[in-house]
T-cell receptor, first 115, second 113 residues
Framework: DAGVIQSPRHEVTEMGQEVTLRCKPI?????LFWYRQTMMRGLELLIY????????DSGMPEDRFSAKMPNASFSTLKIQPSEPRDSAVYFC?????????????FGQGTRLTVV | GENVEQHPSTLSVQEGDSAVIKCTYS??????FPWYKQELGKRPQLIID?????GEKKDQRIAVTLNKTAKHFSLHITETQPEDSAVYFC????????????FGKGTTLSVSS
């Protein structure tokens, strides 16, 4: 397996534009997580899915953020409209089963810059 | 929810010295205690984990010790090498289906040769 695959690796966009980040989890993993990483706030959990169903989105900062998982092999994180304070590295991770003491495997991340 | 704190936030050691990073948590139901390592510009990766029925686990130069009574666990790195330089995260969690890993703020370890 190629591991968790994220795209794009880098994204530079202007304030107000829509941004869509994509993630393909490891085949057979039932749980998918979206994290945001900044120097100030560290690794923050935004939302996670279990069997394609959103379980906890309390970490999503505001209504500008939305996430979907239409099937077991694909998820998106959308920001609309984007703002400069959204600039961060966004990681997607997957695991066999959330909460059952299993390792989370991270993608390489998407570095988002909003100017 | 789980409150996780790591200390120190930064740590600088000389090559060959030992390094210890402590993680304190609040949820007494936590029973899984992993440590992740993130090298500069890379993704976080699991390096060692321990479960609450074990007090200590060792893997070559790294070890994790657990004190459930005091609600903290520590990462120990002996004979540090420059390639140990990274940010280390703890992520204690309870064994409950549907709960996600909540990471500490991280500890930046710098090993100078």
């Amino acid at each position: 397996d190629a591991g968790v695959i994220q795209s794009p690796r880098h994204e530079v966009t202007e304030m107000g534009q829509e941004v869509t980040l994509r993630c393909k989890p490891i085949s057979g993993h039932n749980s998918l997580f979206w994290y945001r990483q900044t120097m100030m706030r560290g690794l923050e959990l935004l939302i996670y899915f279990n069997n394609n169903v959103p379980i906890d989105d309390s970490g999503m900062p505001e209504d500008r953020f939305s996430a979907k998982m239409p099937n077991a092999s694909f998820s998106t994180l959308k920001i609309q409209p984007s703002e400069p304070r959204d600039s961060a590295v966004y990681f997607c991770a997957s695991s066999l089963e959330a909460g059952l003491n299993t390792e989370a495997f991270f993608g390489q991340g998407t570095r988002l810059t909003v100017v | 929810g789980e409150n996780v704190e790591q200390h120190p936030s930064t740590l600088s050691v000389q090559e060959g010295d030992s390094a210890v990073i402590k993680c304190t948590y609040s949820d007494s139901a936590s029973n899984y205690f992993p440590w992740y390592k993130q090298e500069l510009g890379k993704r976080p990766q699991l390096i060692i984990d321990i479960r609450s029925n074990v007090g200590e686990k060792k893997d070559q130069r790294i070890a994790v010790t657990l004190n459930k009574t005091a609600k903290h666990f520590s990462l120990h790195i002996t004979e540090t090498q420059p390639e140990d330089s990274a940010v280390y995260f703890c992520a204690p969690s309870a064994n409950q289906a549907g709960t996600a890993l909540i990471f500490g703020k991280g500890t930046t370890l710098s090993v100078s040769s």
